[in-house]
């Protein structure tokens, strides 16, 4: 990536105005005098030169007068279409308070009125209508040098659903994140969304929806779209990392299972939360001091990110001994119907391995009651289903219970952060998919972990782009997941606090990419020879937003 750095000099630079106008290169009042005499932008600025760090100030300055956090991620998106090394700047140096803007829980509002706050397209709209044409439109997309592809067909948005066009704030969020996060650089990202109508009467009614206002595409012909973008983008671009975001239970698995060995590509929402999921109860395990193997797990909702959990789960504890048969048995499901057994008739297929022989329960009070888990892990959408007589139960049965309300946004949250703490005398290990402040009880201060999957998916993708990796394995999520638990400290622990601070976020993921890139070449699927100093090489890869002379 860094030998495409955006702000290398080369002959072609634009100049004067059309210069301020490329977000990629403009640096604003921030070039230097002899840069303003070079490249004809003498007079387009305010004579006095600012440093990058005095720009921040005045965006920081500006950020924090914002009346609300909508208003910030329309304002910070702003930054990021005329500046975005000093966007990058932002956010890496602010990463706690830029996380929950540019990111859940910001980002679910965003979508859900991205129509009545859209103001400059970002990426590409491939419609259900461009059946035949998507090879055109990516042609539209102004360079070749795409690294990454974060794409979603809008339908299961966070945990808010069918949002249908306006669901295109989720891949720009997702891609700001890897460059955030992990330093893929910005010019080589590409946020599409599929537009193949929306189910939800509201966005069908309104006037200012910017998608198509029909049903949504279904059977063989949405087949055919993704079939054809899929191809599309294999013929476009040489090496190109596919994360599929966001889509429905119906098509997240199957797409998955389709393309996997075929193309380089993963779904966030079934690896990267699995991912994340399982550094968390590594690192609760330190704190509760027993072992993968002996833990019995409860999730709340049986879709994607649960049952992908519950599958690397089961490939922990069968690297400590059980057989598959054993180690599915230490997971169960409690869904919109109740507990996941064998009696239930229409099963969907991923249920089926996790449908025990076991009586029928209809909620997760007397499925608690009955399995006493060790580890309660939400992935429902459904708020506030942790109830207070469910967590006294976890701490009843555990001295140190693992309570994940892991539901985005925060609204969706299955239970609050105070909540777990209050109701468990201060026992639970917490963490949640959106960020939750810090809570005082009895005299102490315990800080929740917040399992986002930004500590996974920008690692990953660092690793498959910096060494040009054919697939994306699950071995790899496995392998960040043990990378990010063994990245927490001690300290953190003591707080509570089972992820690191976000602060950290480009020290973890650069070597969470290393632990990746290691399983890349033992798996044999990388496009390049392995580096001497692997840590060293991936570190070279990652984009710096600072200035840099475009005069030379």
Same mark, same amino acid.
């Given at each position: 990536?860094?030998?495409?750095?955006?702000?290398?000099?080369?002959?072609?630079?634009?100049?004067?105005?059309?210069?301020?106008?490329?977000?990629?290169?403009?640096?604003?009042?921030?070039?230097?005098?002899?840069?303003?005499?070079?490249?004809?932008?003498?007079?387009?600025?305010?004579?006095?030169?600012?440093?990058?760090?005095?720009?921040?100030q005045r965006?920081?300055?500006?950020?924090?007068?914002?009346?609300?956090?909508?208003e910030?991620?329309?304002?910070?998106?702003?930054?990021?279409?005329?500046?975005?090394?000093?966007?990058y700047?932002?956010?890496?140096?602010?990463?706690d308070?830029?996380?929950?803007?540019?990111?859940?829980?910001?980002?679910?509002?965003?979508?859900?009125?991205y129509?009545?706050?859209?103001?400059?397209?970002?990426g590409l709209?491939i419609?259900?209508?461009?059946?035949g044409?998507i090879?055109?439109?990516?042609a539209?997309?102004?360079?070749?040098?795409?690294?990454?592809i974060?794409?979603?067909d809008?339908?299961?948005i966070?945990?808010?659903?069918?949002?249908?066009?306006?669901?295109m704030g989720?891949?720009v969020?997702?891609?700001?994140?890897?460059?955030?996060c992990?330093?893929?650089?910005?010019?080589?990202t590409?946020?599409?969304?599929?537009?193949?109508?929306?189910?939800?009467?509201?966005?069908?009614?309104?006037?200012?929806y910017?998608?198509?206002k029909?049903?949504?595409?279904?059977?063989?012909?949405?087949?055919?779209?993704?079939e054809?973008?899929?191809?599309?983008?294999?013929?476009?671009?040489?090496?190109?990392?596919?994360q599929?975001?966001?889509?429905a239970?119906?098509?997240?698995?199957?797409?998955?299972?389709?393309?996997?060995?075929?193309?380089?590509?993963?779904?966030?929402?079934?690896?990267?939360?699995?991912?994340?999921?399982?550094?968390?109860v590594?690192?609760?395990?330190?704190?509760?001091?027993?072992?993968?193997k002996?833990?019995?797990i409860?999730f709340l909702? &049986?879709? %994607? !990110?649960?049952?992908g959990? *519950?599958n690397?789960? +089961? =490939? /922990?504890?069968?690297?400590?001994?059980?057989? $598959?048969?054993?180690?599915?048995?230490?997971?169960?499901?409690v869904?919109s119907?109740?507990?996941?057994?064998k009696?239930?008739?229409?099963?969907?297929?991923?249920?089926?391995?996790?449908?025990?022989?076991f009586?029928q329960?209809?909620?997760?009070?007397? &499925?608690? %009651? !009955?399995?006493?888990?060790? *580890?309660l892990i939400? +992935? =429902? /959408?459904?708020?506030?289903?942790?109830?207070? $007589?469910i967590?006294?139960?976890?701490a009843?049965?555990?001295?140190?219970?693992?309570?994940?309300a892991?539901?985005?946004?925060?609204?969706?949250?299955?239970?609050?952060?105070?909540?777990?703490?209050?109701?468990?005398?201060?026992?639970?290990?917490?963490?949640?998919?959106?960020?939750f402040d810090?809570v005082?009880?009895k005299?102490?201060?315990?800080?929740?972990?917040q399992?986002?999957?930004?500590?996974?998916?920008p690692?990953?993708?660092?690793?498959?782009?910096?060494?040009?990796?054919?697939?994306?394995?699950?071995?790899?999520?496995?392998?960040?997941?043990?990378?990010?638990?063994?990245?927490?400290?001690?300290?953190d622990?003591?707080?509570?606090?089972?992820?690191?601070?976000?602060?950290?976020?480009?020290?973890?993921?650069?070597?969470?990419?290393?632990?990746?890139?290691?399983?890349?070449?033992?798996?044999?699927l990388?496009?390049?020879?392995?580096?001497?100093?692997?840590?060293?090489?991936?570190?070279?890869?990652?984009?710096?937003?600072?200035?840099?002379?475009?005069?030379?």
């Open positions: 990536m860094s030998q495409d750095n955006p702000n290398s000099h080369t002959d072609d630079l634009p100049t004067g105005i059309n210069l301020l106008h490329d977000p990629l290169l403009n640096q604003g009042t921030a070039f230097t005098e002899e840069e303003r005499d070079k490249l004809g932008l003498r007079g387009l600025l305010p004579p006095k030169v600012f440093t990058q760090t005095e720009q921040a965006v920081m300055e500006n950020f924090e007068r914002k009346p609300n956090d909508l910030r991620y329309i304002f910070l998106n702003a930054l990021h279409e005329r500046n975005m090394n000093l966007f700047r932002v956010v890496t140096d602010n990463m308070k830029m996380m929950p803007i540019i990111y859940t829980p910001t980002v679910g509002q965003a979508c859900q009125e129509g009545h706050i859209f103001r400059r397209p970002r709209f419609s259900a209508n461009d059946k044409r090879a055109e439109i990516l539209n997309w102004p360079t070749d040098n795409v690294r990454a974060v794409v979603t809008g339908e299961r966070l945990g808010l659903g069918d949002l249908g066009a306006n669901g989720i891949p969020g997702k891609l700001s994140l890897y460059t955030a992990a330093g893929i650089d910005p010019a080589t590409l946020p599409i969304t599929l537009d193949v109508g929306t189910n939800t009467q509201r966005y069908l009614d309104d006037p200012l910017i998608g198509l029909q049903p949504r595409l279904r059977g063989e012909a949405y087949d055919e779209l993704i054809e973008f899929v191809t599309a983008v294999q013929d476009r671009y040489d090496h190109t990392l596919i599929f975001e966001d889509f239970n119906i098509n997240a698995f199957r797409l998955l299972e389709k393309y996997r060995n075929r193309v380089c590509t993963f779904n966030d929402d079934v690896q990267g939360t699995a991912s994340v999921t399982m550094a968390g590594y690192s609760a395990l330190r704190l509760t001091g027993g072992q993968l002996d833990q019995k409860l909702g &049986a879709g %994607e !990110a649960g049952v959990i *519950a690397l789960i +089961v =490939s /922990g504890m069968m690297e400590e001994g059980l057989s $598959e048969e054993e180690a599915r048995a230490q997971c169960w499901f869904d119907r109740g507990l996941v057994v009696s239930r008739d229409n099963l969907a297929h991923h249920k089926l391995p996790y449908a025990h022989d009586e329960m209809g909620d997760l009070l007397s &499925a608690v %009651e !009955a399995l006493k888990p060790t *580890a939400g +992935v =429902s /959408g459904q708020p506030h289903t942790f109830t207070k $007589e967590v006294q139960r976890m009843e049965y555990n001295e140190k219970p693992m309570v994940f892991l539901s985005n946004p925060t609204s969706k949250a299955e239970c609050t952060a105070a909540e777990a703490y209050e109701w468990s005398d201060g026992r639970a290990i917490f963490a949640s998919g959106s960020p810090p005082e009880y005299g102490k201060t315990y800080v929740p972990g399992g986002n999957n930004a500590y996974i998916f690692g990953i993708g660092l690793a498959v782009i910096a060494v040009k990796s054919k697939h994306v394995t699950d071995e790899m999520f496995m392998a960040a997941a043990k990378s990010l638990a063994e990245q927490v400290s001690k300290e622990l003591a707080l509570g606090r089972i992820f690191p601070p976000l602060q950290d976020i480009r020290k973890v993921s650069a070597k969470i990419a290393t632990a990746v890139a290691e399983v890349v070449y033992k798996q044999g990388a496009g390049i020879p392995r580096p001497d100093d692997l840590l060293g090489y991936i570190k070279t890869q990652m984009y710096d937003p600072t200035y840099k002379d475009l005069t030379k």
